[in-house]
């Protein structure tokens, strides 16, 4: 009989263990979430693009996106969205047409997908920042 209280005392503790573990997982997720509605996301494009293709990226546990912008005539001609780990936010990927049309990031985010439409701005303006010629 000892045996087997000392079994539940160690299962009970396991999964007590394991539900605080799951719940700063959680926590931290929901921090990272909510810090990107306060991150800043560039509002003016740069004066002057170089010709050319650029990556950028962007990444908060659990969004990540890869973006290749193409710049021609020094405007955005298009972007290609070479990765996005998006739980439900692929909706968000409409705003890169927006982007191209718009010359701008300073765009609506997507109801329904606002942190992965602030991560694709953030990718998109992490590549605007290497073709800015200086």
């Known amino acids: 009989m000892k045996r087997s209280i000392r079994i539940l005392i160690v299962v009970f503790c396991t999964l007590i263990l ?11 997720v929901e921090s990272n979430l909510l810090n ?8 003016a494009m740069p004066h002057s693009l170089a010709d050319g293709t650029y990556e950028g990226s962007y990444s908060t546990f659990p969004i990540k996106v890869r973006v290749q912008v193409h710049v021609l005539d020094h ?14 936010g692929e909706a968000a990927e409409a705003i890169l047409k927006t982007i191209v049309g718009n010359q701008s990031l300073a ?6 997908a606002t942190y992965s439409s602030i991560v694709i701005l953030k ?7 290497k073709a800015e010629k200086l």
């Open 18 to 28: 394991l539900g605080v573990g799951i719940s700063l997982a959680f926590r931290q």
């Open 36 to 43: 990107l509605i306060t991150l800043p996301v560039l509002q």
């Open 75 to 88: 405007r955005i001609q298009a972007i290609s969205l070479l990765e996005h780990r998006n739980g439900q």
């Open 107 to 112: 765009i609506d985010t997507v109801s329904g």
């Open 123 to 129: 990718a998109v303006e992490q590549a605007l920042a």
